[in-house]
């Protein structure tokens, strides 16, 4: 059974990590949408909304569940028995950050993190943009998915 988690902070989930989650799913049995929980951390969102948003994106994926998590990623995947991080890279800053926290998870712990490159149409979507235009009380029906307009 392959099961992976997808950790992040989803301050909101967006069609970005919408793409990833669905190109991954005929790629595990299992993927855990973990939201990382970090006290340091000033969100938009309360965690318990983060958490809705995604769990009416995915209602219609029985693969698909959504998880909180604090602590290291790396403890985690092992107290649930995920093999597999997913991460997705949409430019080479991306890929240098991703690289180091990989190669370091593998060290730690034998989790191999898989990649997905971003797809054209959502490569430009981030979720600090996005609050950035929630603030201003503009428009971001093309950037997040309905759960998050509402
Ligand atoms: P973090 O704070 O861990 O970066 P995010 O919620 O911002 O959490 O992102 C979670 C994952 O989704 C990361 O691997 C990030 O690279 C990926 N991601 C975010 N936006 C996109 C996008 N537009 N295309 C592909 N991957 C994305």
Known sequence: MKKAIFP???DPI???????IERAIPLFDE?????GI?????????????KN???????????????????LTVEYCKR?????ILRGLRNPADFEFEKAIAQTNRKLSGIETIFLLTSAE???????IV???IRNNGDVSVLVPTSVIK
């Open 131 to 133: 609050r950035d235009i």
């Open 80 to 84: 649930i028995n995920a093999e597999f």
């Open 31 to 35: 993927i855990v949408i973990a939201i």
């Open 122 to 128: 959502t490569s430009f979507i981030s979720s600090s």
């Open 38 to 50: 970090n006290a340091d951390k000033n969100y938009m969102y309360e965690t318990e909304k983060r």
């Open 8 to 10: 992040g902070s989803f």
């Open 53 to 71: 948003f995604i769990e009416e994106t995915f209602s219609n994926q029985p693969k698909v569940t959504t998880a909180t998590y604090s602590g």
């Open 14 to 20: 967006t069609l970005g990590h919408v793409d990833i």
